[in-house]
T-cell receptor, first 116, second 114 residues
Framework: GAVVSQHPSRVICKSGTSVKIECRSL??????MFWYRQFPKQSLMLMAT?????????EQGVEKDKFLINHASLTLSTLTVTSAHPEDSSFYIC????????????FGPGTRLTVL | AQSVTQLGSHVSVSEGALVLLRCNYS??????LFWYVQYPNQGLQLLLK??????LVKGINGFEAEFKKSETSFHLTKPSAHMSDAAEYFC????????????FGTGTRLTVIP
């Protein structure tokens, strides 16, 4: 099946620093990728839709200047949490949509961000 | 707007017993319905996908789900639970935005008792 990777899997940073998370589709091209946030014991909440070659579409309540998304190629999207604070600590999951093949979203393994 | 509801945030079954996880969709018949599984500290793995080609959908790991229009349901079942099935299960439906976004249910945590 289709594989989506995320890097890093776990990151701990100090408050005020920026953290970049990469999401890659390894065996298919994804014109659309999605970034989700999951709080402990809760469901996934869509943060933004990342479109290759254009600006990301953010969900209501998500600060676009804080969560910078770049989708520079058909296999890579990055999420940068700028000036991270403890309340940004969460599990971030990306997914990539295989539009041409199976018309299905495939999810990465997630990145656990802890801001001290 | 299209959404799904998962009844029961926690389900416990004995090893070897039937697994039944409930999911109901709202409003109109969706073009797709999904079940995903999430193991601790991991991302989501697609279990199965309904595409209207067949009402009974077989997925990985022995799971299957039946689409019932009359009940607006898409419940997930497995005849015999295994210890390795312990995980969080999410039902999901595409949102009508046309951007292939998914709306996730609140999830059901399955515990398998030895």
């Amino acid at each position: 099946g289709a594989v989506v990777s995320q890097h890093p899997s776990r990151v701990i940073c100090k408050s005020g620093t920026s953290v970049k998370i990469e999401c890659r589709s390894l065996d298919f091209q994804a014109t659309t990728m999605f970034w989700y946030r999951q709080f402990p014991k809760q469901s996934l909440m869509l943060m933004a839709t990342s479109n290759e070659g254009s600006k990301a579409t953010y969900e209501q309540g998500v600060e676009k200047d804080k969560f910078l998304i770049n989708h520079a190629s058909l296999t890579l999207s990055t999420l940068t949490v700028t000036s991270a604070h403890p309340e940004d600590s969460s599990f971030y999951i990306c997914s990539a949509h295989d539009r041409v093949g199976t018309d299905t979203q495939y999810f990465g393994p997630g990145t656990r961000l802890t801001v001290l | 707007a299209q959404s799904v509801t998962q009844l029961g945030s926690h389900v416990s079954v004995s090893e070897g017993a039937l697994v039944l996880l409930r999911c109901n969709y709202s409003s109109s018949v969706p073009p797709y319905l999904f079940w995903y599984v999430q193991y601790p500290n991991q991302g989501l793995q697609l279990l199965l996908k309904y595409t209207s080609a067949a009402t009974l959908v077989k997925g990985i790991n022995g799971f299957e789900a039946e689409f019932k229009k009359s009940e607006t349901s898409f419940h997930l079942t497995k005849p015999s639970a295994h210890m390795s099935d312990a995980a969080e299960y999410f039902c999901a439906v595409p949102t009508p935005t046309g951007a292939n976004n998914l709306f996730f249910g609140t999830g059901t945590r399955l515990t398998v008792i030895p």
